[in-house]
């Protein structure tokens, strides 16, 4: 009966609260190391100013730390995308809320970055406008501009983009948490959906961070998400194989909440210096009910516009 009332207490009066947290290392070799330095290392907490602050991806520039993320908060239930910036000594010297994307009029998240021949780009998730959008940075780190829908009519998480063997790779994940591939022969091409045979190492495919190559190793940033459990941990695997014809993939490690005894993570990214990542954590409030209510109410009115 105790368990039964904890489960009662828990569902109507807590809601999540992410956190990304930040490790400054000079001896962090990925894959290698990486869960060592995380289990062993000091994290410094980006200061709080919203309930999720989470999907970290960063940039070192100029002596400084770029963190990319997604901030929501209760009030409208809406990511943005952001910029915290901080110096060497991890000193937090600006916030910023990145420009271009208002148009979107959706919920933002997983700002994921890449450079490509010196530019950089970014494909925000998007899935509740049911497409994949690239935008191209015009003024680093705010200024953004949408340059082109790279597919549509589709309701994809957390888009991944890579290059591998001469051809450009998207993978996606759909809202049942089914893995989607696209392939291209350039990033601004058409982009074709491809069904290789899958030969994998988990059912957890949705993406988690930066895809690495490194040593002759290809590697993929996976998160662990079960039904009625959202990001409880993150996957480092080895893409083995990838082609038309198979996809094949194997466990590297498991990065799991017990690095900092939290509830979840569900992000991690590294710079040359430094490693991030976003932690959940369950707060109590009275009001968690109304705060519930209120996000799936406009969250279900945001969606509507998209039909």
Known sequence: MLSINNKIIKKLFFHESWDIMIVKSHVHLFPENTLD?????KAQLLNKKYTFQADPFIIEKDDKLYVFYEALSFLNAKGILRCRVLNHKLDEIEDL???????????LSFPFMFYLDGTLFMIPESSERKEVVLFQSTEFPARWQKVKVLIPDAEYTDNIFFKLDDHFYLISTTMENEMVIHTAQTLFGEWQKITPSLKLCNDHHRGAGTPWSINNKNYLITQECLPGCYGKSVFIKELV?????????????????????????HTLNFSSNYIVYDTKHWNFSLLSPLKKASFKFFTRYRKQLFV
């Open 37 to 41: 330095i995380l289990n062993n290392s």
């Open 97 to 107: 809320r990145l420009e271009g994307f208002d148009d979107l009029k959706c919920h």
């Open 241 to 265: 194989s990838l082609c038309p014809a198979n996809f094949e993939e194997k466990l590297v490690t498991n990065i799991t909440p017990e690095i900092n005894q939290s509830a979840g993570i």
